[in-house]
Nanobody
Framework: QVQLVESGGGLVQAGESLTLSCTATGATIPINGMGWYRQIPGKEREMVARITDAGTTNYAHSVRGRFTIARDSGKNTVLLQMNNLKPDDTAVYYC????????WGQGTQVSVSS
């Protein structure tokens, strides 16, 4: 059973940066796609960024140009560099890996003050 551990969240001011990290362990099937979702209490989880095993990336419109996703396939790790953070980015951030869709870690809280 794959396990995901996210880290790197915190409390920052608007305009500052954070880098989130997620490592997958226990995978018995090779991991291909990886990505990040975020969730605000009372709202649905939304896709933030994703990256394929070929390195193709896709971003939510709200974070394009500010966030960058990257992966270290050898370590089954995915990173999310978040620059110019805004209060609207405040959420719990979760990573996912494919083909283990539906498995989530504990998430990491990102809080951005204005």
């Amino acid at each position: 059973q794959v396990q995901l551990v996210e880290s790197g969240g915190g409390l920052v001011q608007a305009g500052e940066s954070l880098t989130l990290s997620c490592t997958a362990t226990g995978a018995t099937i090779p991991i291909n796609g990886m990505g990040w979702y975020r969730q605000i209490p009372g709202k649905e989880r939304e896709m933030v960024a994703r990256i394929t095993d070929a390195g193709t990336t896709n971003y939510a419109h709200s974070v394009r140009g500010r966030f960058t996703i990257a992966r270290d396939s050898g370590k089954n790790t995915v990173l999310l560099q978040m620059n110019n953070l805004k209060p609207d980015d405040t959420a719990v951030y979760y990573c996912y890996v494919l083909p283990y869709w539906g498995t989530w870690g504990q998430g990491t809280q990102v809080s951005v003050s204005s």
